[in-house]
């Protein structure tokens, strides 16, 4: 079982999303902006942050960028969840922002859950 923080500006992405995580049992917190991200971020640490790329006001990589930027997050997951065709770019930011991995929309419950252990295993091997 993982802490895991969804966020997404779309409730129905954060409603599949949630609803598969804890079906298996991982624990889920929802936020639909960066801004409300950054405050759960204080109450409680997420082992795994899935992040939508395109959200109004803070976006998904200015929030993955602040994050990073602070030491206290460190040893966090992230998975950035987007409808963006996967390219060259898109894997510069990944690599830049020490992303965990890309989760695609749409994606299918068992697609998720691979990403999901993918990235905690590589958390667990960063420890």
């Known amino acids: 079982m993982a802490n895991i923080l969804v966020v997404d500006d779309d409730a129905a992405n954060r409603l599949l999303l949630t609803t598969i ?16 991200a950054s405050a759960a971020l204080d109450r409680r640490r997420p082992d795994l942050i899935i992040a939508d790329m395109q959200m109004p006001g803070v976006d998904g990589l200015e929030f993955i960028r602040l994050l990073r930027e602070d030491a206290r997050h460190d040893r966090v997951a992230i998975l950035l969840h987007t409808a963006t065709a996967e390219d060259d ?11 965990d991995g890309i989760l695609p929309k749409p994606s299918e419950p068992d697609q ?14 960063r420890a």
Do not use: F, P, T
Request: aromatic share 2%.
């Open 21 to 36: 995580l804890e079906h298996h049992a991982h624990a889920v917190v929802e936020c639909a902006d960066g801004a409300s």
């Open 89 to 99: 770019a898109l894997h510069n930011l990944v690599r830049a922002y020490r992303i």
């Open 112 to 125: 998720v859950l691979r990403a999901v252990e993918a990235a905690l295993a590589r958390l667990s091997e």
